[in-house]
C-alpha cells in the first residue's frame, strides 16, 4: 500500500493508501458515489462507469472476493475505486481471487482508508465533480490543480471506447446457483441490440425470454439494421453524456420511423429522449444505488430498483406522444416512458438488476410481448 | 390508500415480564407501535402485565390495563372497551400465542374485533411446522430434509436421501431425552435404537444437520399493495447450531455477492407472500451450505421480532412504527422517511457503517446453568458497536459487555492449548477472546474454521487484529508512528487497550491519538439529508480543503 492523494475540482482533498493499480501512479475521472451494500463486482465491471472513479459508501469492500461469473463485461471499466476499507483476505464458495488482484490485472487503481462518507455530503451538497487520484507525493493545491485541469466526462466519446467494433452474438441465459450460466435452448425474436457498452445480464434476460440477439457496435447506421430485419431492437445502457452523441440519435430517429418495436435502458432511454425530440439534463449527484423507489404508474405498485445515472429526461421537453410510465418517488424524475403511437419503450433505471434487486424483470417480458404483438 | 377510518379503537398486547429471550426490545416495539397509532387518531387500549416499562406510562396509551396476561382477563377488557381491531404483532410471542388463543376460543368473533397486522391464518402457517413446511415445498423453497420413522427398517430407507450428520429427535420425550446426532452408519442404527427406546410412541425424527452452515437473517416490510421491501441484512458470526439471540451477528452481511444476497431478498418476500402476513415486519431466518452455497429457510417469525429490533437500530428505519401505520392501511410510499423528511419510507435502507451485535450472559447468577450455547437462548441482554470498520465495530462491541474487558485480550495465556481449543470448538460467551488466543499462539485460520465453522472472512478480520496487536506490543509510546497509532484507532483498539500494549497511561495515548469523528446513522448512506440527530463515533483519515487564499486547511471531519 501506498500513501496517495484523491483531490476534487472544489479544491477539497482527501489522503487514502492506493492498494491496487500502483503501476498507474495517477488517474482522473468524474467522482460518483454508489450506495449498494454489494455488487461491488458488477459495478466496476459494468461499462457505464467508464470515465468514473467510484466511490463506495458501503464501507466494507472486498469481503467476498471476485468470481468469473459475475462480471457485466470482460474488464473493469470503471476509472478508478474508492472504499473505506479493502479487505485483503475474501471468503466465499464461488470466489477465485481478491479484489485487489483482480483491480491489479487490469491496471485499476483502488484506493482505502478515505473518509467516504465525508466524500459523500460534498459530492451530495456540491455536485458530482471531476476527481484525480495520485500516489505522487504532491501538494494538496497541485492535486486539485490536476483535478481541474482533466476533461469534462460531457466531452469525452465515452461510448466509442466501450462499444464491441465488429458484431457478435450472445447466446447465454441467466445464472443460476446451481448451474451457472445456461446457454439458452430457444430462439424466437431477431432482436438487434444497438451495444453502447451493454450490460450482460440485460442480454441474458433477453436471451432467457427467447430473443435471438445479435449486438451491433455504437456507430451501426439504421438502415444496416433494417435491412437486417430485426423483430424488435433494443437500445443498450452505456457511459457518457447523451447529448454528445448526436450521430446515434439520428440513428435512431430513423428506427423511429418503422415500424420495429423499440426498448431502451438508461443510456438507450436518454437517447430515445432525444430522438423523439426531448432532451436530457445533469442531475446534480445522479442515481447510483439498489434502493431507489421507483412507482409504476399503471399499476401503482413500487419497485425498488438499481440505478445509475447521472443524467434524466426533462419531462416538459416531451412531446405529447410520449407518455411518463415510471417515476422515482425520492425526487420525482421521470423514471420510464412510452410511446403513445408506436411500439416504443424505454426505462431509466436497470431493470437487470446486477447487482440489485429483481422487483423489475417484468420489464423484459413487456419487451417481447411487444415483439409477440407486432408480429401479429 | 388512506388509512382506515372504519376501526376506531386498537387493542394492543405487551409482551409481560423480561425473561430470556423476551426482554426490553418488546417494550421498544410496542411503544413505538401505540405512539404511532395515537398519532393517527386511533384510541389505543394497551394491555401488559408488566409495569416497569415505557409503553405503560400513562401519556403512552390512552387506557391502560396492568393485569395478567392470560385469556380470561383479555377476554373481560374486551368486553368492556370492545376494541374494533387486536394489533397482535408488535408484543412478541406472548401477544401472538394470546391473540391465537383469543381467536380459537371465538372471543375475538363474539365482540368482533378484527386482527390486524397478521391473520389467524398466517400466524399458525408461520408457527406450525408442518403447516410452514408445506408452504415453503409450495414456492419451492428447501428447508433441511426430515421424516418421521417408526422403526430401523424405515430409518433406513431415507438415510441416504438424508445423508450424514443426521438429527435424530425422539418424539415426545420430556426436554429432548434420547436426542442425539449420528455420524456414520454404525452410530446411525444404535442411536436410533436408541431414540425408538426412548419415545413412548416408538418414533423418531430424522433431520438433516445444518450445524456449522452459515447463518442470515432477513428484515422483510409489506403493505397492503403488496410492495415489499427488505429493511436490514444480518450475518451470524456463530453458525447454526448456536440460538440466534445468543449469536454474534453482524449488519451489513458481509459475505455474500450479490448474486446471493438477492436470492435471499426474493426468497425472503415469496415467504412473507406465502405465510400472508399482509402487513407489517417479519424475520426470516437462512442457513447456508458454505461449500455449495445451497440455501435453506430454517423458520420466519410473522411479527416484530428480536432482529426488527436491532434492525431498527442499526439502519435507523423504525420498524415498529411503521409496522403499525400499515396495518392500520397507510402504504409504504404514502409514508415518509421521519430521518431525510423528503424522500418515502418505501426504499431499502442502505447503511455506511457495520453493526456489531454481541449478547451478554449472566452465567454467575445461574450457577446450574450449561454455559454451553445451543439452539436454546441463554443470553440475558445484548450490545450493539458501530463502526466503520468491521474491525472497530467488533471491538466497540467486545468493550461495551461491561464485563471490564476492552478488547482481546483477557490473560488468557495461562490455560493449556487443549482448553483453548475446546472453548473454540464449543460455543460458549467466551469464545471470541478463545479464538484471539489461539491466534496468539500461531493456530492458522483453517485450524480455528475446522473447530468453530466460523466464516474465514470473521476469522481472518481477528487474525489481522492480533497480528497487528503483536507489532504494538514490540512499540512504546516512543517508538510507535503515528500512522501505527492511527490505524490501531481505526481498527478499534481502545485507549486502555493500547496503554497496556506501550506499556504507558490511557491519558498518554489519548493526548497523542488522533481525534474521534462524528457520523450520522440516517438511513441512507449520506445520499440524502437526515434531521434526526443520531451520531456514533469512530475515527477517519485526514481530508481538507484550499480555502478561497489558497491555503491548505486540513481536518478529520465530522458531522453535527
Not at chain 1, 42 to 47: A, H, L, R, V
Not at chain 1, 255 to 264: A, V, Y
Amino acid at each position: 500500500m501506498q500513501r496517495a492523494i484523491l483531490a476534487l475540482e472544489d479544491g477539497h482533498f482527501f489522503y487514502g493508501y492506493a492498494f491496487s493499480g500502483l503501476n498507474q501512479k495517477e488517474v482522473g475521472g468524474e467522482v460518483i458515489f454508489n450506495t449498494s451494500m454489494t455488487g461491488y463486482q458488477e459495478i466496476i465491471t459494468d461499462p457505464s462507469y467508464k470515465g468514473q472513479i467510484v466511490v463506495f459508501t458501503e464501507p466494507q469492500i472486498g469481503n467476498y472476493g471476485v468470481n468469473l461469473e459475475d462480471e457485466e463485461s470482460d474488464k473493469v471499466h470503471a476509472n478508478a475505486i474508492v472504499v473505506k476499507d479493502i479487505s485483503k483476505t475474501f471468503s466465499n464458495w464461488r470466489a477465485e481471487k481478491s479484489l485487489i488482484e483482480y483491480l491489479n490485472e487490469n491496471n485499476v487503481i483502488g484506493i482505502t482508508d478515505i473518509d467516504t462518507r465525508a466524500l459523500v455530503r460534498i459530492l451530495r451538497d456540491y455536485g458530482v465533480m471531476k476527481g484525480y487520484i495520485t500516489t505522487e507525493d504532491i501538494s494538496p493545491q497541485e492535486a486539485v490543480k490536476r483535478a481541474r485541469n482533466i476533461p469534462d466526462i460531457s466531452e469525452l466519446n465515452l461510448v466509442a471506447e466501450v462499444s464491441k467494433r465488429e458484431p457478435y452474438k450472445w447466446e447465454y441465459g441467466s445464472w443460476d446457483p446451481e448451474k451457472g450460466y445456461k446457454k439458452q435452448t430457444e430462439k424466437k425474436y431477431k432482436v438487434a441490440v444497438i451495444d453502447y457498452g451493454v450490460k450482460r445480464n440485460i442480454l441474458r434476460l433477453m436471451a432467457d425470454r427467447g430473443c435471438d440477439l445479435t449486438c451491433f457496435p455504437h456507430d451501426i447506421q439504421a438502415e444496416e439494421i433494417i435491412k437486417f430485419n430485426p423483430d424488435g431492437i433494443f437500445l443498450s445502457n452505456g457511459p457518457g453524456d447523451p447529448a454528445i452523441l448526436k450521430y446515434q440519435i439520428d440513428q435512431i430517429k430513423k428506427l423511429l420511423k418503422t415500424d420495429i418495436p423499440i426498448f431502451g435502458i438508461c443510456l438507450g432511454h436518454q437517447l430515445l429522449t432525444w430522438a423523439v425530440g426531448g432532451r436530457t439534463y445533469k442531475l446534480e449527484f445522479g442515481h447510483h444505488g439498489g434502493n431507489h423507489p421507483v412507482k409504476n404508474l399503471k399499476t401503482s405498485k413500487v419497485e425498488i430498483t438499481a440505478q445509475n445515472h447521472n443524467y434524466a429526461t426533462d419531462v416538459d421537453t416531451l412531446p405529447s406522444n410520449v407518455e411518463i410510465t415510471h417515476i422515482n418517488l425520492n425526487d420525482h424524475t421521470p423514471e420510464g416512458m412510452r410511446l403513445t403511437d408506436r411500439p416504443v419503450f424505454s426505462i431509466q433505471y436497470h431493470p437487470e438488476s446486477s447487482p440489485g434487486p429483481h422487483d423489475s424483470l417484468y420489464i423484459f417480458d413487456e419487451f417481447v410481448n411487444l415483439i409477440e404483438e407486432c408480429k401479429k | 390508500m388512506p388509512k382506515r377510518t372504519d376501526i376506531h379503537r386498537i387493542l394492543l398486547i405487551g409482551s409481560g415480564p423480561i425473561i430470556i429471550g423476551q426482554a426490553a426490545e418488546f417494550d421498544y416495539s410496542g411503544t413505538q407501535g401505540a405512539k404511532a397509532l395515537k398519532e393517527e387518531g386511533y384510541e389505543v387500549i394497551l394491555v401488559n402485565s408488566n409495569p416497569a416499562t415505557i409503553m405503560t406510562d400513562p401519556e403512552i396509551a390512552d387506557k391502560t390495563y396492568i393485569e395478567p396476561l392470560i385469556t380470561p382477563v383479555l377476554e373481560k377488557i374486551i368486553e368492556k372497551e370492545r376494541p374494533d381491531a387486536l394489533l397482535p404483532t408488535l408484543g412478541g410471542q406472548t401477544a401472538l400465542n394470546l391473540a391465537i388463543d383469543l381467536y380459537e376460543k371465538g372471543i375475538l368473533d363474539k365482540y368482533n374485533v378484527q386482527m390486524i397486522g397478521a391473520n389467524y391464518e398466517a400466524i399458525k402457517k408461520a408457527e406450525d411446522r408442518d403447516l410452514f413446511k408445506e408452504a415453503m415445498e409450495k414456492i419451492g423453497l428447501k428447508m433441511p430434509k426430515s421424516k418421521v420413522v417408526k422403526s430401523i427398517a424405515e430409518a433406513e430407507e431415507i438415510i441416504d436421501w438424508i445423508g450424514f450428520p443426521v438429527i435424530i429427535r425422539p418424539s415426545f420425550t420430556l426436554g429432548g431425552t434420547g436426542g442425539s446426532i449420528a455420524y456414520n452408519k454404525d452410530e446411525f442404527y444404535m442411536k436410533v435404537k436408541a431414540g425408538l427406546e426412548a419415545s413412548p410412541v416408538h418414533e423418531v425424527l430424522l433431520e438433516e444437520s445444518v450445524l456449522g452452515w452459515k447463518e442470515f437473517e432477513m428484515e422483510v416490510m409489506r403493505d397492503k399493495k403488496d410492495n415489499a421491501i427488505i429493511i436490514c441484512s444480518i450475518e451470524n458470526f456463530d453458525p447454526m447450531g448456536v440460538h440466534t439471540g445468543d449469536s454474534i451477528t453482524i449488519a451489513p452481511a458481509m459475505t455474500l455477492t450479490d448474486k446471493e444476497y438477492q436470492i435471499l431478498r426474493d426468497y425472503s418476500i415469496a415467504v412473507i407472500r406465502e405465510i400472508g402476513v399482509e402487513t407489517g415486519g417479519s424475520n426470516v431466518q437462512f442457513s447456508q451450505n458454505p461449500k455449495t452455497g445451497e440455501f435453506y429457510v430454517i423458520e420466519m417469525n410473522p411479527r416484530v421480532s428480536r432482529s426488527s429490533a436491532l434492525a431498527s437500530k442499526a439502519t435507523g428505519f423504525p420498524i415498529a412504527k411503521i409496522a403499525a401505520k400499515l396495518a392500520v392501511g397507510y402504504t409504504l410510499d404514502e409514508l415518509p422517511n421521519d430521518i431525510t423528511k423528503e424522500t418515502p419510507a418505501s426504499f431499502e435502507p442502505s447503511i455506511d457503517y457495520i453493526v456489531t451485535k454481541i449478547p451478554r450472559f449472566d452465567f454467575k447468577k445461574f450457577p446450574e446453568a450449561d454455559p454451553t450455547l445451543t439452539t436454546m437462548m441463554k443470553s440475558v441482554g445484548e450490545v450493539m458497536a458501530i463502526g466503520r470498520t468491521f474491525k472497530e465495530s467488533f471491538q466497540k462491541a467486545l468493550r461495551s459487555l461491561e464485563l471490564g474487558r476492552y478488547g482481546f485480550y483477557i490473560g488468557l495465556e495461562k490455560e493449556d492449548d487443549e482448553k483453548i481449543k475446546q472453548k473454540i470448538l464449543t460455543p460458549n460467551e467466551d469464545r471470541p477472546w478463545y479464538i484471539a488466543e489461539a491466534f496468539r499462539r500461531g493456530l492458522s485460520v483453517d485450524d480455528i474454521y475446522a473447530l468453530s465453522h466460523i466464516d474465514k472472512w470473521f476469522l481472518n478480520q481477528i487474525k489481522e487484529i492480533i497480528d497487528f496487536e503483536k507489532q504494538l506490543q514490540t512499540k512504546t509510546l516512543a517508538t510507535i508512528t503515528d500512522c501505527e497509532l492511527e490505524k490501531a484507532k481505526k481498527w478499534g483498539f481502545s485507549d486502555k487497550e493500547l496503554a497496556r500494549l506501550l506499556k504507558t497511561t490511557e491519558d498518554k495515548i489519548r493526548e497523542r491519538r488522533i481525534t474521534v469523528s462524528y457520523k450520522v446513522v440516517d438511513t441512507c448512506a449520506a445520499e440524502f439529508k437526515a434531521y434526526t440527530p443520531y451520531y456514533y463515533s469512530s475515527y477517519e483519515s485526514l481530508s481538507g480543503k484550499i480555502d478561497e487564499n489558497g491555503e491548505v486547511i486540513t481536518y478529520r471531519d465530522s458531522e453535527n
